[in-house]
């Protein structure tokens, strides 16, 4: 996987860098190694808003994209969330691509065509 942090209204620490890479380093079980994944950390500048940290991510995965978008008072909170967002979404994404490969196997081992296709 290829993770790329970089930051939005802020300098990225080394410690943020490394907070991010360590817990998105789940990801990289998940995808494959040409899976290019960018995080983009943020201080939203409005004083009416509490949950001022965001970090966002896209993943661009073969085929799709995913993206998700968490913010909270703490960047590692949000960091945390995040983590969880893409993890899910890479679960049900890769579920779902297997599922289909099941079901197709499924009819052709059976001897039955698909419905589409002619004689």
């Known amino acids: 996987m290829q993770l790329h942090v970089k930051g939005k209204n802020l300098e990225v620490s080394d410690s943020i860098r490394r907070y ?3 817990k998105l380093a789940k990801l990289d079980r998940k995808v494959h190694e040409l899976t290019v994944v960018e995080v983009e950390l943020a201080v939203e500048r409005n004083p009416s808003v ?3 940290q965001v970090a966002e991510a896209t993943v661009w995965l073969k085929g799709h994209t ?3 978008r968490e913010s ?3 960047m590692k909170a949000s960091i945390d969330e995040l ?3 893409l993890l899910r979404q890479v679960t049900d ?3 779902k691509r297997t599922a289909r490969r099941r079901a197709g196997s499924k009819q ?5 065509l698909p419905p589409d296709l002619p004689l």
């Open 50 to 52: 509490a949950a001022n």
């Open 72 to 74: 909270s008072r703490d």
């Open 83 to 85: 983590t969880e967002k």
């Open 66 to 68: 995913l993206r998700a």
């Open 93 to 95: 994404e890769r579920d």
């Open 108 to 112: 052709t081992q059976n001897g039955d």
């Open 20 to 22: 991010a890479e360590r």
